[in-house]
C-alpha cells in the first residue's frame, strides 16, 4: 500500500485536514493516523510493516500498535488515502 499522490495534509490545531484526491473529499483526521500516511508516502508497505517503523518512535511494539491501528487501516482504505502498489492485489480488511 502507498498514499497516493496528491494526497494534502494540513495541521488544524489537534486534528489535521486531509484531501483525498482518489475520492475528492477532505476528512479530518487524529495525529496517528496521519502518521501512518506519512510513513507510507516515504516507504510503502502493509499494516504490520508501517507499526515496525512507528515502534521504534514509540514506547509501543509493533504488535500493540497493529492492534490499534487496524480500524483506522481499514478507514484510510475506505477514504481513498491509500492504495495498492501498481501491480498488487487490493488489500482486504488486516489480520489482527
Known amino acids: ?3 497516493p499522490p496528491g494526497v494534502r495534509v494540513t495541521e ?4 489535521w485536514a486531509v484531501f483525498s484526491p482518489c475520492s475528492g ?8 493516523a496521519v502518521a501512518l500516511l506519512e510513513v507510507l508516502r ?16 514509540t514506547d509501543l ?4 500498535l ?4 487496524g480500524d483506522a487501516w481499514q478507514q484510510l482504505l475506505d477514504a481513498g488515502l491509500l492504495e495498492p502498489m501498481p501491480g498488487t492485489v487490493p488489500p482486504t480488511t488486516p489480520a489482527a
Not at 473529499?25 to 496517528?32: C, D, I
Not at 511494539?61 to 500493540?64: D, K, L, Q, V
Open 1 to 3: 500500500m502507498r498514499t
Open 12 to 15: 488544524l490545531g489537534e486534528l
Open 25 to 32: 473529499q477532505t476528512l479530518l483526521l487524529n495525529t496517528e
Open 42 to 57: 516515504e516507504q510503502p508497505g502493509d499494516l504490520a510493516q508501517v507499526c515496525q517503523t512507528l515502534a521504534m518512535d
Open 61 to 64: 511494539s509493533a504488535r500493540e
Open 66 to 69: 497493529q492492534e490499534r491501528c
